[in-house]
């Protein structure tokens, strides 16, 4: 597949004028839908926004290629624009884009495209080339210029693949490139290396992992034989394969704008040297703050502990929705055989979620050796095993054993993740001390026995002072009645709205679900937890609900998409609004955040409470109070559609 398959005349505008960059992603959209690739804008619209919010893919060289995979995506396809007044597009070079290629690729395991898709982003590295494409005149001009660029670039390819076989073993500079997605950067990355390792006189072999696989893998012989290796990646890399030489870690934009630099590191010796024992490279030049990388390894731990929260949570729902006779009594959920069944299934899967977190996060720190340590430390957090029930249990009194064990819940699973996390990076570099004959025993007997021991003794000495913090919450938390849960069910409702999936909106679903260890129906953690889904499921349906009272405020394609919204708002998907806030933030949060928090705190005045942690309207059945409920998302929802509605400007239909 070529280049001139996924990209025809069609598709390609010349001398475009976006006002800004929500126009430019709008009109190269529109372009891709023009060529039938698109079976849902909204969705794939929403998935490049999304690749958008993790790091512009304005590159160097005025060039930008936004990009998403998505089940909106019928097949791939590409668009092309020129803007030669350019335009403001957040660049990471500062300067204003003129030449634009929007990426559409099916969320499908077919990934033949991304070799076409990776050759054009290795072919846009070339100024010369983009040039020549901002300077024609035509949609047919263009598309030629790329063809014959690309007939050139695949005759040199081959010259490459001869020269790595003759040279193997023999390179001075090692590298991988990877991004988040695999598609754009990553290539970008390895060409500029590339590029430059020529310019230099230096012979250099660059991996690319993408979302392809890994492509020109560098082997055990090529290690052997380099003089250390560059990863500018944005994701985790496995290094084991690299034990011993030195190794700089960057992220991936380094590769694109300061190639120079990174083969100078090599070079001069000055990159570290990696020692081989399973933690992570450091990152000497990623420019993350200490605040920066806490959320990180935060929410390496939260993304592995919500399958285990959805999963287990909504099955255990099921369970008292199959019961519903039992309702009111003490077997409510557990009273026949399918209920118990059901509800085992869904509270072991539930039970998992703090050492989950605490592993994962452990993990994200120290890499394989904080896993075993950090899964263990969050067994005891979630146990609440002491001193005082060791000795209960030594005399015998299992009751008072048991009184002994009082769970630290989310907090005490969150000091254990982060404390297993750097107690493993200090072990680690105090192990590197240690004869080189030892390095074999490190990983397999030498971090899980002095990890998992250390943390097991910190979590039975920690334990009771988490054990009184999560009481003394929990407590307060069911203390809590009249203003006070309906000023808590605002808050959560609101932080839902701020960012749409981002740092707040983690926050507040992070804390709700944490509440929902207290696993008695009707609990201050259930109305909370209902609180929050409520206000997740506000932002999609104040859009979906404005642009049907107010047409004139949105444009047909606007409307159009809105439809999508009702359904994504009723799923719990708060990233339905994310196109449209990115659009208009000024107008679309605040009315969104407004319309969340009337929702927030209405379902908690109401009582409302929800034993699911997701599942939106689908799980109305499990949902305490539903009728009451269903007004309050009303409420909220029809509060910030007026609102919305009301200071949003008029558009002119083109």
């Known amino acids: 597949m070529r280049i001139a398959d996924l990209l025809s005349p069609g598709a390609i505008k010349i001398d475009g004028a976006p006002k800004d960059k929500a126009d430019a992603i709008n009109q190269l959209v529109e372009l891709m839908v023009g060529q039938g690739n698109i079976n849902d804008e909204e969705t794939y619209k929403a998935a490049v926004l999304a690749r958008e ?114 040279n193997a073993g023999k390179f001075e500079v090692l590298a991988i490139t990877a991004c988040p997605t695999g598609i754009a950067h990553t290539y970008m990355a390895a060409e500029s290396l590339e590029q430059k390792a020529a310019e230099m006189g230096v012979s250099i072999k660059v991996e690319t992992q993408g979302s392809g696989g890994a492509k020109n893998v560098i082997t055990a012989e090529d290690v052997k034989g380099a003089k250390g290796v560059i990863i500018a990646a944005d994701k985790n890399v496995d290094l084991a394969r690299f034990a011993g030489k030195p190794v700089y870690s960057t992220n991936v934009t380094k590769g694109i704008q300061e190639p120079e630099m990174l083969i100078n590191k090599i070079l001069n010796g000055e990159a570290p040297v990696y020692e081989g024992n399973g933690a992570a490279a450091p990152a000497e030049d990623n420019g993350d703050g200490i605040g920066h990388e806490i959320y990180k390894h935060l929410m390496n731990g939260v993304s592995h502990m919500l399958p285990f929260v959805i999963g287990g949570g909504i099955i255990t729902a099921l369970a008292f929705l199959v019961d519903m006779g039992a309702a009111g009594t003490a077997a409510y959920g557990s009273s026949t055989v399918v209920a118990k069944f059901i509800k085992t299934i869904g509270e072991e899967a539930f039970g998992l979620m703090l050492p989950i977190l605490a592993g994962y996060i452990a993990m994200s720190i120290a890499d394989r050796p904080g896993l075993a340590p950090g899964f263990v430390a969050g067994v005891f957090a979630k146990a609440g095993y002491s001193l005082g029930f060791v000795q209960a249990a030594v005399a015998g009194d299992a009751d008072a054993a048991a009184a002994a064990c009082v769970s630290g819940g989310f907090i005490a699973a969150l000091f254990a993740g982060f404390a297993a996390g750097y107690f493993m990076l200090w072990f680690e570099k105090v192990c590197e ?42 407590n307060f938390l069911n203390g809590l009645g009249g203003a006070n849960i309906v000023i808590l069910g605002a808050v959560v409702g609101g932080m839902m709205s701020i960012d749409f999936g981002g740092p707040f909106n983690k926050a507040s679903y992070v804390f709700s679900t944490g509440l929902l260890a207290d696993a008695t129906l ?41 439809l999508v919204n009702w359904i994504m708002g009723l799923s719990f998907i708060s990233e339905g609004a994310i196109p449209f806030a990115a659009a208009d933030p000024g107008h679309v949060i605040p009315s969104c955040v407004v319309g969340s928090a009337v929702a927030g705190a209405l379902s908690a005045m109401f009582g409302c409470y929800s034993p699911a942690p997701h599942g939106g309207a689908w799980v109305i059945a499990v949902i305490g109070n539903p009728v009451m409920w269903l007004v309050a998302l009303a409420a909220g929802t029809v509060v910030g559609a007026l609102i919305l509605s009301a200071w949003k400007k008029p558009v002119e239909e083109q």
């Open 53 to 166: 919010a993790e790091m512009s893919t304005g590159v160097e060289n005025g060039v930008a290629i936004p990009h998403g995979k998505s089940d909106g995506v019928s097949k791939p396809g590409l668009a092309a624009m020129t803007v030669p007044a350019g335009v403001d597009y957040e660049s990471l070079d500062g300067e204003p884009t003129t030449l634009f290629f929007l990426i559409a690729a099916p969320n499908t395991e077919d990934n033949v495209h991304l070799q076409v898709l990776a050759s054009l982003s290795q072919l846009l590295v070339d100024e010369g080339l983009c040039d020549k494409l901002r300077a024609a005149k035509s949609a047919d001009e263009f598309l030629g210029i790329l063809t014959d660029a690309e007939d050139a670039q695949y005759a040199a390819e081959q010259d490459k693949k001869r020269e790595i076989a003759q």
């Open 522 to 562: 009707g609990s201050t953690g259930q109305i909370v937890m209902g609180a929050c889904m409520a206000g997740g499921m506000v932002p999609p349906l104040i859009i979906a609900l404005s642009t049907m009272i107010a047409k004139n405020k949105w444009s047909k394609a606007d409307r159009d998409a809105g």
């Open 433 to 474: 001390k240690l004869p080189k004959s030892l390095e074999g025993i490190k990983p397999i007997l030498l971090y899980p026995l002095v990890g998992i021991f250390v943390m097991g003794a910190v979590m039975f000495l920690l334990n009771p002072i988490f054990g009184a913090i999560n009481t003394g919450l929990n």
